[in-house]
């Protein structure tokens, strides 16, 4: 969406309620130690009381490539 990268995910109201992180992170490299959360942005979009879709926002960066992983722990 112009300079803005948009992810958009599902996951589990109970899981997140629970402690389970859910984290969206961004490399430009993909090497080990690159991926970074800097300047995400989360909406939920929908929660119709057991998941809810989130919205991740994450400028476009710069270098012409920008890869972006869903990290759940």
Same mark, same amino acid.
């Given at each position: 969406? /112009? /300079?803005?990268?948009?992810?958009?995910? +599902?996951?589990? !109201?109970? &899981?997140?309620?629970?402690?389970? *992180?859910?984290?969206?992170?961004?490399?430009?490299? *993909?090497? &080990?130690?690159?991926? &970074? =959360? =800097? =300047?995400? +942005?989360?909406?939920?979009?929908? =929660?119709?009381?057991?998941?809810?879709?989130? !919205? &991740?926002?994450?400028?476009? /960066?710069?270098?012409?490539?920008?890869?972006?992983? *869903?990290?759940?722990?």
């Amino acid at each position: 969406n /112009g /300079g803005t990268l948009e992810y958009t995910y +599902t996951r589990r !109201k109970s &899981a997140f309620v629970g402690g389970i *992180l859910f984290q969206v992170e961004w490399s430009d490299t *993909l090497e &080990a130690l690159s991926w &970074a =959360d =800097d =300047d995400v +942005t989360e909406e939920i979009l929908s =929660d119709n009381g057991s998941e809810q879709q989130v !919205k &991740a926002s994450l400028p476009a /960066g710069s270098s012409g490539r920008r890869f972006v992983r *869903l990290r759940v722990q």
